[in-house]
């Protein structure tokens, strides 16, 4: 895996995007980088302004490293079997070392009251000389801050935020923060723990090695019970189950929404200006999230995404809705740029926020009225007040289908007629119309099915290009568009409609013969052919990588040759997550981590892929 310039280590090294795993406690996460040192946490939330932010500037952005001295010990990072427990391993001639981070969890209860990071390194074998690093930068490093040493730790306290650091390792004060410098010898080991507020002695919460292995042992608990009701037992097990605690580490337990990312403005593109801060919920994530929860076995997690979302319907009785919410339900804050962060690897700017918020995306709707009714079909029965909801959401659509928007990809380059988006309305009415019959609900039946009639009708005169033998972007276009992988995924068309299997032989070229395909990865759209409004390049798109998996495994009933061809690129996917197995948005060029990192929908695809693809080849054998 290729690496690039990122976050800080101790010893001042980069530490690229694909070099990290997420510890969290339903609220929020902390990235930990292969060198032991957290370059990404926000607190108290995911949304919240960050405290350590090395990720988006080496320098100022704020870390806190625990790590071997001297520098170019052998490094690996694993996760505890079947949790979100991280584990960083060191290996040097004198011996081995082990560091090891959570936010602790209750048990089987789940969240616990008293919220804390607790990093503990032990020495396995040997002796190792161990330096911690402990240096915040509050509010997207904007705010001062004060260091005060107390008995057994330090304070860090600005205007907006105070925490402290307990220890029972002696701590020294810099003009950063806190500093220490201590040696292990065989089956010792110091712990070192973050919590919030400040303190004037850390006496009664400064941790030893048996009270902090208890909470080991409870949180190794939480995370394998709650693992326990994965129902899925087919091929790529692990990897499924992996793809699932990453899912759960982006859940807000106080709402059941999910974040698209726990981290902001990470490149699209290397150096360039394609930053987004993707730490809120997109309602286009609904129909995702609640179908690989349910396939899974998850259903408690799909019935609380799905009490958040009824609840935004309910606050919306005119107009559109919102794409995107905060992960409280409230209104995204507006888009800023930091321009004192000089950026991953030099990309600028650095914002947070997110503009997206106020553009008008029609698929989300489609997206929405299928999680409902999954969720009605596999998991609980809707209510009537949320139909009621819905049914105006519906009637909505049909009056303002055939608006321009800027679609899925939330394009700055101005509104068209996406085809994806006259699809995901073609889906939210025939969805209604589905759940008004199974459950006979009151509905303007013939009014929903002459609308839908007339998308479907509308997507194929328009849609079609019979130059490229291709479904296109948008209405009278000639770029190709990966989103339209789902056509056969939501019913619109038989995977082995002509039509579908020419688009997919069209998008499996690659670029340079007018394709979406590199090796079988997929960029979601040509960026010179479409004009989004937006500088700069991109890598492929892992979610539509996956897409491509599921609409060949479909495909495979009339064109066996397929079946192989998804597996191939399924597998080869794998070979793209970090070490640890998880994925950013996209793949770079060389084969780096590009984009917010660990991405939602990503995980959300692999899973349907894996899940669809392994009952087909389970039928076939």
Not at 24 to 47: K, M, Q, S, Y
């Amino acid at each position: 895996m290729a690496t690039g310039s990122g976050g800080a280590s101790v010893t001042g090294q980069p530490v690229a995007i694909e070099d990290h795993g997420v510890i969290g406690d339903l609220r929020t996460v902390a990235l930990v980088g292969h060198e032991g040192t957290i370059d990404w946490f926000c607190f108290p939330h995911f949304d919240s302004p960050s405290v350590f932010a090395a990720l988006l500037d080496r320098e100022k952005g704020g870390h806190w490293g625990v790590a071997p001295e001297p520098d170019g010990v052998m490094k690996r990072q694993f996760y505890w079997p079947e949790t979100n427990v991280l584990v960083t391993r060191f290996y040097t001639p004198d011996g081995v070392g082990e560091l090891v981070d959570f936010m602790p969890m209750s048990g089987r209860k789940g969240m616990k009251e008293e919220r804390e990071i607790l990093r503990r390194v032990r020495v396995v074998r040997g002796q190792m000389v161990f330096r911690m690093e402990c240096f915040p930068a509050f509010n997207y490093a904007r705010d001062t801050h004060e260091t005060k040493l107390i008995h057994s730790g330090a304070t860090f306290s600005s205007d907006t935020l105070q925490l402290t650091l307990s220890s029972s390792v002696s701590l020294k004060k810099t003009e950063r923060g806190v500093t220490a410098s201590f040696t292990l010898h065989e089956n010792q080991s110091a712990v070192f723990s973050l919590h919030p507020g400040a303190r004037t002695s850390c006496e009664a919460v400064v941790h030893n090695h048996e009270s902090s292995e208890e909470l080991f042992r409870e949180t190794v608990e939480y995370w394998r019970h709650w693992l326990s009701g994965c129902q899925y037992t087919g091929r790529w097990r692990e990897t499924v189950q992996r793809s699932a605690l990453a899912l759960k580490l982006m859940t807000f337990a106080p709402t059941g929404a999910i974040v698209a990312a726990p981290t902001c403005s990470l490149p699209e593109s290397p150096g360039g200006t394609r930053n987004w801060d993707y730490r809120f919920c997109w309602l286009r994530d609904a129909a995702f999230t609640v179908y690989a929860f349910l396939r899974i076995g998850f259903k408690q997690e799909a019935a609380a995404f799905m009490r958040w979302v009824e609840a935004r319907c309910a606050e919306y009785d005119e107009g559109p809705l919102p794409l995107m919410f905060g992960i409280d339900g409230k209104r995204v804050p507006e888009e800023q740029e930091l321009l004192h962060l000089s950026g991953y690897g030099g990309a600028r700017p650095v914002r947070i926020g997110n503009a997206a918020a106020d553009q008008l995306q029609l698929d989300i709707y489609g997206e929405l009225m299928d999680s409902v009714y999954l969720s009605n079909k596999y998991a609980a029965p809707i209510s009537y007040d949320f139909w009621r909801h819905l049914r105006r959401l519906v009637d909505w659509v049909c009056d303002n289908w055939e608006l321009p928007d800027e679609g899925i990809w939330e394009v700055r380059g101005g509104q068209r007629q996406f085809v994806y988006s006259k699809l995901m309305c073609w889906v939210a009415v025939d969805r209604a119309i589905r759940l008004a019959d199974k459950r006979s609900f009151p509905a303007d039946r013939a009014r929903w099915h002459k609308v839908r009639d007339a998308i479907f009708e509308d997507i194929m005169d328009k849609g079609w290009n019979p130059e490229r033998g291709a479904f296109v972007q948008y209405y009278g276009g000639h770029a190709l568009d990966a989103a339209n992988l789902l056509m056969p995924l939501v019913f619109f068309l038989s995977p082995v409609d002509p039509r579908m299997l020419q688009t997919l032989d069209v998008m499996r070229k690659p670029p340079s013969q007018g394709g979406l395909a590199s090796d079988g990865l997929v960029f979601r759209y040509d960026v010179e052919a479409t004009l989004d409004g937006i500088a700069g390049s991109e890598g492929t798109f892992n979610l539509c990588s996956f897409w491509l998996v599921e609409a060949m495994t479909r495909a495979s009933v009339a064109r066996p040759d397929l079946l192989e061809e998804a597996r191939l690129i399924f597998e080869r996917m794998l070979g793209y997550a970090n070490h640890v197995g998880l994925y950013a948005e996209q793949t770079g060029m060389s084969g780096e981590a590009l984009g917010n990192f660990p991405q939602a929908l990503t995980h959300l695809a692999l899973i349907s892929s894996a899940y669809n693809l392994d009952r087909t080849l389970g039928r076939r054998d």
